[in-house]
């Protein structure tokens, strides 16, 4: 079993800035593709970013050049750098890992975290 555990979401202007860290458990996780979600009040669930086991990243149209996703795989941890925040960026951003690397942006997760909350005003 694998536990996602997010922190760093919080309330912010526009135009500011935030870091999002995900704790793995797994073991090798630079081995899967990870990724991040985000989930606004009353629309689906969306891929915004997610990086491959050999290092291609994704990005979702509206946050390239705003976001960056990085792994550190000595803490094991997964971040999501996100620069310009707008209005829109406001949801629940959860962290994902899938066994099996897709395609850009094709993620099934395998493992979710529970989520950490972003406002931007």
């Known amino acids: 079993h694998v536990q996602l555990v997010e922190s760093g979401g919080g309330s912010v202007q526009a135009g500011g800035s935030l870091t999002l860290a995900c704790k793995t458990s797994?073991?090798?996780?630079?081995?899967?593709?990870m990724g991040w979600f985000r989930q606004a009040p009353g629309k689906e669930r969306e891929q915004v970013a997610s990086i491959d086991s050999d290092g291609p990243t994704f990005y979702e149209d509206s946050v390239k050049g705003r976001f960056t996703i990085s792994r550190d795989s000595a803490r094991s941890t997964l971040y999501l750098q996100m620069n310009s925040l707008k209005p829109e960026d406001t949801a629940m951003y959860y962290c994902?890992?899938?066994?099996?690397?897709?395609?850009?942006?094709?993620?099934?997760?395998?493992?979710w975290g529970r989520g950490t909350q972003v406002t931007v005003s």
């Open positions: 994902a890992l899938d066994f099996l690397c897709r395609g850009p942006g094709k993620m099934s997760p395998d493992y």
């Open positions: 797994a073991r090798m996780f630079t081995s899967y593709c």
